[in-house]
């Protein structure tokens, strides 16, 4: 399965932003809940979603990673 099957950006929907196909579940929303801990098949009950949909949400900002460099401060520690 590839994101793009179930990851649509649509300007009708969510104003454009990238979304679950089918749904107003935008992508960001998800991404949300997995760095708060929230297990796929949680996040795919509260929202009425497929796991898969879950995964499809995370290898599309894995995609998103791969093409936009965001500059970091150079030696910088937590």
């Not at 935008?26 to 997995?34: L, R």
């Not at 998103?64 to 150079?74: F, G, Q, S, T």
């Amino acid at each position: 399965m590839g994101w793009q099957d179930r990851v649509i950006s649509d300007p009708n929907i969510c104003h454009g932003k990238a979304c679950i196909k089918g749904t107003r579940v935008m992508v960001s929303v998800i991404i949300d809940n997995v760095a708060e801990g929230e297990s796929p098949q949680k996040i795919a009950a509260a929202y009425h979603i497929d796991p898969q949909d879950v995964r499809a949400a995370l290898l599309y900002v894995a995609e998103l990673a791969r093409e936009r460099v965001v500059p970091l401060p150079a030696g910088a520690s937590g």
